[in-house]
C-alpha cells in the first residue's frame, strides 16, 4: 500500500491571497504523481501529472512542483479567489496502483 | 463521448441485501477501478482490472465482488450489504494506471440501514 499525506488538510484563504500545501509520498518505486481538484458534489478533475524530479506544471493561477528525490510535491495558488474553493486530491503512483491523500480542503473567503 | 457513467445515482439498502453498482466507459480505457469514499479517509481503492478478464483487488475489497467481461464494463456487486458499507462510490477508468490521467464517474451514494 502506497502511504501519501497531504498537510494541512484544510485552510481558509482571504480572496487574493496566495497559499501552498504539501503531498508526501514514498520516494522508493515512484513513477507518477497527479494532482486531481474536487468540488463538492462533482468528480475528481485532473489538474497536473508530473513524472521527473523537478517537474514545474502550471494551469492558470495554479502550479505544482515536484521532488521525487525526497519523496515531496507542493500546489500553489496564486491570488486566490472564491471558484479555487475545493478539495485538491494528492495521488501516486506505483505497482500498477494509483493510491490517493485525504485531501487539502481549501476554503476561500471573499 | 459520454465519458464515465455509474448507475444509480443514490440507493437505500436494508443490512443483508445485494445489489450491483454499475459503471461503464466509453473511451476504450484498459484500466478501470472502484473507489470509496468516507469522511476523513478521503479516496480508497476497492478493486481494480487492468483489462478485460483481469482483476484484482485494493485496499478495501472486503464484502465487495468484481468482474470485467467487457472493456466497456465494470460492476461492484455488494453481497450482502452493511451499515459499514454506506459510503459514497465512484468508478474511475484510465488508459493504463501508472502515468495516465483517471477519469471519474459522478459517483453513487449507498445508505445501508
Known amino acids: 500500500i502506497l502511504n501519501v499525506e497531504q498537510s494541512p488538510q484544510s485552510l481558509h484563504v482571504q480572496e487574493g491571497d496566495s497559499t501552498n500545501f504539501t503531498c508526501s509520498f514514498p520516494s522508493s518505486n515512484f513513477y507518477a504523481l497527479h494532482w486531481y481538484r474536487w468540488e463538492t458534489a462533482k468528480s475528481p478533475e485532473a489538474l497536473f ?56 480542503q481549501v476554503v476561500v473567503i471573499p | 463521448n459520454a465519458g464515465v457513467t455509474q448507475t444509480p445515482k443514490f440507493q437505500v439498502l436494508k443490512t443483508g441485501q445485494s445489489m450491483t453498482l454499475q459503471c461503464a466507459q466509453d473511451m476504450n480505457h484498459e484500466y ?44 461492484l456487486r455488494l453481497l450482502s450489504a452493511a451499515p459499514s458499507q454506506t459510503s459514497v462510490y465512484f468508478c474511475a477508468s484510465s488508459y493504463g494506471t501508472r502515468l495516465e490521467t483517471q477519469y471519474f464517474g459522478p459517483g453513487t451514494r449507498l445508505l445501508v440501514l
Open chain 2, 32 to 75: 478501470m477501478s472502484w473507489y470509496r469514499q468516507d469522511p476523513g479517509m478521503g479516496l480508497r481503492l476497492i478493486h481494480y482490472s487492468v483489462g478485460a478478464g483481469i482483476t484484482d483487488q485494493g485496499e478495501v475489497p472486503n464484502g465487495y465482488n468484481v468482474s470485467r467481461s467487457t472493456t466497456e464494463d465494470f460492476p
Open chain 1, 49 to 104: 501529472v508530473m513524472t521527473l524530479n523537478g517537474d514545474e506544471k502550471k494551469k492558470g493561477r495554479i502550479s505544482a512542483t515536484l521532488n521525487t528525490k525526497e519523496g515531496y510535491s507542493y500546489l500553489y495558488i496564486k491570488g486566490s479567489q472564491p471558484e479555487d474553493s475545493a478539495t485538491y486530491l494528492c495521488a501516486c503512483t506505483g505497482n500498477n496502483r494509483l493510491a490517493f491523500g485525504k485531501g487539502n
